[in-house]
């Protein structure tokens, strides 16, 4: 039994150790991700993401609002660049596709599964 059962609770925190969680293929050629932290019941989660140099995501919406973080590397869309040091987040609604000449890692938080159309 470990601690969490004798106490018949669940910690406050969970801490994770990133370099443990394996990188996971996604359904698109050159993106891999670590889930971080998944909600299935309400479709929160926190991903690290990384894309190979060329990588595109196709055109998708972003059911609620979405946040980024660009860690190494860039990433683009339509409306501009996203560059290492650099925070974007989408709007409910808001539909684009993505892609990245150099590659990059990335953390994001979707507070729903995007919707995609391909």
Known sequence: MNAETLAGT?????????????????RFPGIEWK???????????????????GARLPQHEHVAIEQTYVLEGS??????????GNYV????????EAWTDEGC??????????????
Request: net charge positive.
């Open 75 to 84: 990433f683009a869309d339509h409306a501009g660049v996203c560059r290492a």
């Open 10 to 26: 669940v910690p406050d925190s969970t801490y994770v150790d990133v370099r443990d969680v394996p990188w996971q293929p996604t």
């Open 35 to 53: 889930i971080l932290m998944e909600q299935k019941e309400t479709g929160l989660s926190t991903v690290l993401m990384r894309w190979a140099p």
């Open 105 to 118: 890692l990335m953390l994001a938080v979707f507070l729903k599964p995007n919707t995609f159309f391909d």
């Open 89 to 96: 987040w989408r709007r409910a609604g808001s539909r684009h």
